[in-house]
């Protein structure tokens, strides 16, 4: 049973590029979400979904997009990398309900240069 | 902003030692969370309590929830090495079908051998 699945791991992008961060869970999670971590900042959320063909903006989305085509997966999307992008990003994942925790991705650490 | 704030913001004690942080939140919960996070991994769930429950243990673990204070504290009892990490509270503030979670920026714990 792999968890959540993230990769990259590490990624360097120059500014203005465009890149997809990809996770994938296999536990037939419903609920998943996006969050960058900054020091000083904890996580912050950037987008979530409750399920295939559904998403929704968390605090933080300006800059990246997300999209559910599947359970499993929950890519994100940089449109135009920016240096206040760089940044640690993990991909949680959890059964919906409120009586459950999240499952973390290791996460993709990404520098903006 | 960040709905959890954890105090203090680092602890260091010596192993064998009780470890206590606690959160603080500011608007009414559905269930509290608690994390934990080694340096450059993802977060691990560790316990959840419910907004009607004052208190839960698992294993070594001791969670207590005053919501009329909006404050929820983790001890740590017999601290070991392995437990130096950051350890993060996260608020569910929401409706079954709203499962997003807000974190607060996290205590760092290190147990000195």
């Known amino acids: 049973n792999a968890g959540v699945t993230q990769t990259p791991k590490f990624q360097v992008l120059k500014t203005g590029q465009s890149m997809t961060l990809q996770c994938a869970q296999d536990?037939?999670?419903?609920?998943m979400s996006w969050y960058r971590q900054d020091p000083g900042m904890g996580l912050r959320l950037i987008h979530y979904?409750?399920?295939?063909?559904?998403?929704d903006q968390g605090e933080v989305p300006n800059g990246y997009n997300v999209s559910r085509s599947t359970t499993e997966d929950f890519p994100l999307r940089l449109l135009s990398a920016a240096p206040s992008q760089t940044s640690v990003y993990f991909c949680?994942?959890?059964?919906?309900?409120?009586?459950?925790?999240?499952?973390f991705g290791s996460g993709t650490r990404l520098t903006v240069v | 902003s960040q709905q959890g704030e954890e105090d203090p913001q680092a602890l260091s004690i010596q192993e064998g030692e009780n470890a206590t942080m606690n959160c603080s939140y500011k608007?009414?919960?559905?269930?509290l969370q608690w994390y934990r996070q080694n340096s450059g991994r993802g977060l691990v769930h560790l316990i959840l309590?419910?907004?009607?429950?004052r208190e839960k243990h698992s294993g070594r673990l001791r969670v207590t929830l005053d919501t009329s204070k909006k404050s929820s504290s983790l001890l740590i009892t017999a601290s070991r090495a392995a437990d130096t990490a950051s350890y993060f509270c996260?608020?569910?503030?929401?409706?079954?079908?709203?499962?997003?979670?807000?974190f607060g920026t996290g205590t760092r714990l290190t147990i000195i051998p």
């Open positions: 996260a608020t569910h503030g929401g409706n079954f079908g709203n499962e997003k979670l807000t």
């Open positions: 979904s409750v399920g295939a063909g559904i998403t």
């Open positions: 536990m037939n999670h419903e609920y």
């Open positions: 608007t009414s919960i559905n269930n």
């Open positions: 309590i419910r907004s009607n429950e």
């Open positions: 949680a994942s959890s059964y919906r309900g409120l009586d459950y925790g999240y499952t």
